[in-house]
DNA sequence: CGCGCTCCCTGGCCGC
DNA sequence: TGCGGCCAGGGAGCGC
């Protein structure tokens, strides 16, 4: 569910909430995701403080007062909620349940458990084996035209799989990779090594503005999003390409197609992406 | 190493 | 209304 821009919005809505709070009391209620439940989350979260909330790639890193992180990974369906007050009716699939000490509960919803939660010693987060391997942030200067040019040099793949390799550039998911593409005016299909430099730089401006603007708006939100704040967030995004097929295109009028790329639906605009 | 396919799981939606 | 099939925003693992 949730790219880059969602995964912000849900840190930035969760930090004013629980930034100093402690943790009092832990309900486990499944933990078998798609990485268990550690066998010490219960005992290692109990009576820590939050100290920080932070994102890297489509991860949540919960910095603790014991010298421990949570990193917490959305999959394609969880979700972070916040309740006032100790919430004692659970939804089925609130697979981990935090009781605060300013009376807010924090609770994990996932549904298909795609999602991670698990945890690190601080000092060690850089290195563990969910983060060690991303590539760079995407709205970082080092994300640039001549970066984008030398990592994708190798590749013969499409260019929209490159860009959501996780390894090569983070927090571009289906969505963005189609928005980005067609606002860079690029096929999907076009091999990546033979981007020229002119239309790697128009990609990675693309992809910046796709994701600031979708930060800017709240994350954008599909069917099982669902903002930190509780409230079921539903601002849903005006998308030019994705999830379009057959409407016609903003910009030429031509019907947006699709097609299968990687197991992953593509939607873009033959006529306006070349 | 690069690449694409499959699978993990549940729920919503569509067509019958 | 019920049921089966298909699809979904992510990512690891596998074989080629």
Do not use: W
């Amino acid at each position: 569910m949730p790219e880059l821009p969602e995964v912000e919005t849900v840190a930035q809505g969760l930090k004013p909430v629980i930034s100093g709070a402690r943790i009092q009391e832990v309900i486990q209620r499944r933990g078998d995701l798609r990485i268990p439940f550690p066998d010490d989350l219960a005992e290692a979260l109990t009576d820590a403080k939050f100290k920080s909330i932070t994102r890297r790639a489509k991860y949540l890193l919960f910095e603790l007062s014991n010298n421990k992180t949570i990193i917490a990974h959305l999959g394609m369906s969880g979700t972070f909620t916040l309740r006032k007050g100790f919430e004692k009716k659970f939804r089925k699939h609130d697979h981990l349940v935090m009781y605060l000490s300013n009376d807010y509960s924090l609770l994990y919803h996932d549904p298909r458990r795609f999602g991670v939660i698990t945890l690190s010693d601080t000092k060690d987060v850089k290195q563990h084996a969910l983060i060690k391997d991303l590539g760079v942030e995407p709205l970082d200067d080092a994300f640039n035209t001549n970066y984008l040019k030398e990592v994708v040099a190798g590749r013969s793949a499409p260019i929209k799989n490159a860009i959501m390799d996780q390894h090569l550039v983070v927090g571009v998911g289906n969505i963005y990779a189609a928005e980005a593409l067609f606002l860079a005016k690029i096929s999907p299909r076009r091999a990546a090594k033979k981007l020229t430099l002119s239309e790697c730089e128009r990609l990675v401006k693309a992809i910046k503005r796709v994701l600031q603007d979708a930060i800017k708006s709240g994350g954008s939100t599909l069917r099982d999003y669902v903002r930190s704040s509780g409230d079921s967030g539903y601002f849903q995004h005006k998308f030019n390409v994705y999830d379009r097929e057959g409407d016609a295109c903003f910009v030429c009028k031509t019907p947006i197609e699709s097609m299968r790329q990687a197991g992953r639906t593509t939607f873009f605009c033959m006529k306006c992406q070349k």
